[in-house]
């Protein structure tokens, strides 16, 4: 510190606002010093809505039976929070956390491979698929919608080639692989080991995000890359970092996404892209960067399964859970960009 | 004589065919608010990147406290102590104000919580950001942790200044701090320029701002066609005078001392 010469302080200047308190501009303010008040409040409206309409919406088993279908979703959800924080956008994650299954699969019944040495390889695979991504952002400074739409097709076409199209069954892998699906019964709430994993990944990004320099520097480079540079941030560095542990996480996901599944499928995840980004977007973080947070997210994961479960419940057709889940991207979008208004 | 505290002599910085700075020759002084006046495309720009660090000249050489340095970037600059602060501010406006003077140096706890855990020390950070802002006399902040883009122009400035007198020990370099403010918070911030250099930190002021220049410099420097015409007085010369040599309608003066 280089406080040398000790003097007077001068008299506190007076630059204080003055704030107009009408009841929308602080709902406005509220809103945008705790972004996931808003969906939380969906979340809970929805989860009474749903209850009542339908008895067996708020059961044990049906509320187990939501968690188990957003885990997945969840954790690719977080990887896609970190990047859009960035202001980046990441389509390759549906084919990401697919291939990386296969591999894992692969690994271990075509190549009979350990369950530990297929689990780790697979996860450096999906590592290494995040951190080309990052190094295409970085070093050759394209766009992340191009690159990851380049690495889409990419994983995508190597995914059908190392499985020839065919699905691998839990029951021929190492029970390592599928043991992400195994219950533990608590109440009449069954539990899965990859749901606590999702939980404890969360716990994790939130404390990275928020109590380390690493999270300040993703909020300051998604927020202004340039003032983050001009701050002395090593904004590629971070951006880096951030695509390489999204791949991580996706590859992560690959394994949860196994036991979910009790098999291997070269077939699923084409909706992964999209639902991934609705989670981060209906979780109130900003595809514009620098707003938002794995919490958010969570909700926003919980939301669209909370939808989808009680809209069927409801007896809704699928088509039109789709159309409800649409509306309510735009709606959060549009309440993202209210909220960015905020200005004194 | 005294040594200057940053000094420039002869840089050259070209861009293709077109030439920024021509021998470029700066010095200021312990204690002072030196003024960095010239048109458009005078070079000042230029100048003081190369001062900062943001681009490094062709020739030339910089010396801090009589010693040769060479910045390659602005890291490099600052490590050194020299702290500018950018016309776009460099803030995050997400982040709140100790989080943004802390930006990029960050002091994480004592123990295993900071080396293991990299867990930040808020508390610390929070506490000393309103001590440098109290230092500055910008104590009606209530709110340390307040994001800053709630924040008025002023203020954000006012943000930004403190984060440059925390931290920089030698010399603070401010491109046009007024330059988006109103007549008030003009005023208020230049204030807070003439308490930095009150605090023993010399200022070099870039600005278009003819009266606020002539209110706060000691000397004024003036850049035209890519090189420093003369050095001039708010006291020995008018403003109509220095913008005179500024255009080149009259013969630059020889400099003062």
């Known amino acids: 510190m280089s406080t040398t010469a000790v003097k007077e302080p001068s008299p506190p200047q007076d630059f204080d606002v003055r704030r107009n308190d009408s009841l929308g501009l602080r709902l406005q303010h509220l809103l945008h010093g705790n972004p996931t008040l808003g969906p939380l409040a969906v979340l809970i409206v929805a989860i009474i809505a749903f209850s009542v309409a339908n008895q067996r919406f708020f059961s044990a088993p049906n509320l187990s039976l939501v968690l188990a279908q957003v885990t997945v979703i969840a954790v690719l959800a977080l990887g896609q929070t970190l990047i859009i924080l960035t202001a980046g956008i990441d389509l390759s994650v549906g084919a990401v956390a697919v291939f990386s299954s296969i591999l894992m699969a692969s690994f271990a019944t075509k190549l009979g491979m350990p369950g530990l040495l297929a689990l780790l390889l697979g996860l450096v695979v999906g590592t290494a698929m995040g951190a080309l991504n990052g190094f295409l952002v970085t070093r050759i400074k394209l766009p992340p919608f191009i690159v990851t739409l380049g690495t889409l097709s990419i994983f995508f076409s190597l995914n059908s080639v190392v499985s020839g199209s065919e699905t691998i069954r839990g029951s021929d892998m190492p029970g390592l692989l599928s043991w992400t699906g195994t219950t533990i019964p608590i109440g009449g709430f069954r539990l899965t080991y990859g749901s606590i994993i999702m939980l404890l990944l969360f716990a994790v990004f939130f404390y990275a995000l928020g109590s380390t320099a690493w999270g300040k520097h993703v909020y300051a480079t998604g927020d202004d890359i340039e003032s983050a540079r001009l701050a002395g941030i090593r904004t590629n560095r971070v951006l880096f970092s951030v695509y390489t542990v999204a791949g991580l996480l996706y590859a992560v996901g690959a394994w949860i996404l196994i036991g979910r599944l009790a098999s291997a499928s070269p077939n699923v995840g084409v909706d992964y892209n999209l639902d991934s980004i609705t989670a981060v977007v209906l979780g109130g973080t900003s595809l514009f960067g620098g707003r938002g947070g794995v919490l958010g997210t969570l909700i926003g994961a919980l939301i669209v399964g909370v939808f989808r479960n009680g809209l069927q419940l409801a007896g809704v057709e699928v088509v039109w859970q789709g159309f409800a889940i649409g509306l309510l991207v735009l709606v959060a979008v549009s309440l993202d960009q209210w909220i960015r208004k905020v200005k004194t | ?257």
Not at chain 2, 136 to 158: C, K, P
């Open chain 2, 1 to 257: 004589m005294t040594t200057p505290v940053l000094e420039a002599r002869g840089l050259t910085k070209r861009y293709g065919r077109v030439t920024a700075i021509e021998s470029g020759d700066l010095e200021l002084y312990p204690g002072e608010i030196l003024a960095v006046i010239g048109d458009n495309g005078a070079g000042k720009s230029s100048l003081i990147k190369a001062l900062s660090g943001a681009v490094v000249p062709d020739s030339g050489e910089i010396y801090l406290d009589g010693e040769r340095v060479n910045f390659r970037n602005p890291m490099d600059a600052r490590a050194a102590g020299i702290e500018t602060v950018y016309q776009t501010l460099a803030v995050a406006p997400g982040l709140d104000i100790a989080d943004n003077l802390f930006l990029g140096r960050e002091e994480r706890k004592p123990g295993v919580l900071g080396s293991v855990f990299r867990m930040l020390d808020k508390a610390h950070m929070r506490t000393e950001a309103k001590r440098h802002m109290n230092e500055l006399g910008v104590a009606t902040l209530q709110n340390i942790g307040q994001a800053v883009e709630s924040l008025s122009g002023g203020q954000r400035q006012a943000v930004a200044v403190a984060r440059s007198a925390a931290f920089g020990s030698k010399v603070v370099i401010l491109d046009e701090p007024t330059a988006a403010l109103g007549v008030k918070e003009g005023n208020r911030v230049l204030q807070l320029i003439r308490d930095v250099r009150d605090r023993g930190l010399p200022v070099i002021l870039i600005s278009h701002n003819m009266p606020h220049v002539f209110e706060v410099a000691d000397r004024i420097h003036i850049q035209r066609l890519g090189r420093r015409a003369t050095v001039i007085t708010p006291q020995s010369h008018s403003m109509s005078e220095a913008v005179a040599i500024m255009t080149g309608a009259a013969e630059p003066p020889p400099p003062v001392a």
